[in-house]
C-alpha cells in the first residue's frame, strides 16, 4: 500500500434517524492507546448519551492488530462491528470513530440499528478532511562530522522525517523514510556522503 488516508483534525458530524441522535466524531489516532484515550475522551463530553459506539483501525489499514470495535450496551453486533466493516473499506488508517447516541424514544431493530451506524460511519468519513499518509520504515544513518550540514540540509528539503540524533565519536541519526521513495533517496544519500556513512535498516539489522 502506497499510502492510505487519515483525518487532518478530529471532526463531528450530525445525524438524526427516527428522534435518535447520533453524533459521529472521527479522530486520527496512532496506536491503541490513542484511541482508547479518544473514546474516553467522548465519553466524558456527552455523559448524559445512551451508548458511544466505536470502531478504531488505529495504524495501517492492512495491520488487522490494530482493528477494534464496541457495541457499548447496543446489541451485539449492531453498531461496532458495522462501523467496523465501514472503516475498513474506507481506506482510511490511523482513525478511530465514535458515534455517540441519544435514544429518541423509538426503537430502530436489529437491522435498524445496522443501517443507522453504517451510515453515520459512511457520511461522517465522506465529508472528512484528510490526507494521505505513506507508511514509513525506520532506518539508522551513521555519519562523520563533517558531513552533518550537507545531510541536514538535504534531508529538510526531503521527505523522510529526523526521529533523533545521537552525538559520539560519529553521529547517528534516526530516520523515517517512506518505503516507495527510499531506494531513490538512499543513492542520492550515498553519493552525498562519497560512500562516507553507514545504514541500518530492519531487513540488515
Known amino acids: 500500500m502506497d499510502y492510505y488516508l487519515s483525518p487532518t483534525h478530529t471532526q463531528r458530524f450530525d445525524l438524526e434517524i427516527k428522534n435518535s441522535q447520533f453524533i459521529t466524531t472521527v479522530c486520527r489516532t496512532k496506536g491503541r492507546d490513542e484511541a482508547k484515550a479518544f473514546v474516553n475522551q467522548m465519553r466524558m463530553r456527552y455523559p448524559d448519551a445512551n451508548h458511544h459506539c466505536w470502531a478504531c483501525v488505529a495504524g495501517a489499514p492492512d495491520n488487522v492488530h490494530m482493528w477494534d470495535q464496541s457495541d457499548d450496551g447496543e ?4 453498531a461496532g462491528k458495522p462501523m ?3 472503516l475498513q473499506h474506507s481506506d ?4 478511530t470513530v ?3 447516541r441519544y435514544f429518541g424514544g423509538i426503537k430502530l431493530g436489529a437491522g435498524g440499528l445496522v443501517r443507522a451506524y453504517s451510515q453515520a460511519v459512511q457520511e461522517a468519513l465522506s465529508q472528512t478532511e484528510h490526507e494521505s499518509i505513506y507508511p514509513r520504515t ?3 544513518l551513521k555519519i562523520a562530522y563533517p558531513l552533518l550540514g550537507k545531510v541536514e540540509y538535504w534531508l529538510e528539503q526531503s521527505d523522510i522525517e529526523v526521529n533523533n540524533k545521537t552525538y559520539s565519536d560519529s553521529i547517528i541519526i534516526e530516520l523515517a523514510v517512506i518505503e516507495r521513495t527510499w531506494p531513490e533517496h538512499k543513492v542520492t544519500l550515498t553519493d552525498l556522503c562519497q560512500g562516507s556513512l553507514t545504514l541500518i535498516e530492519p531487513d540488515k539489522a
Request: proline residues 12%; aromatic residues 6%; charged residues 10%.
Open 75 to 78: 446489541p451485539k453486533g449492531t
Open 98 to 100: 465514535v458515534v455517540t
Open 92 to 95: 482510511f488508517g490511523e482513525t
Open 84 to 86: 467496523l466493516n465501514v
Open 138 to 140: 525506520p532506518v539508522q
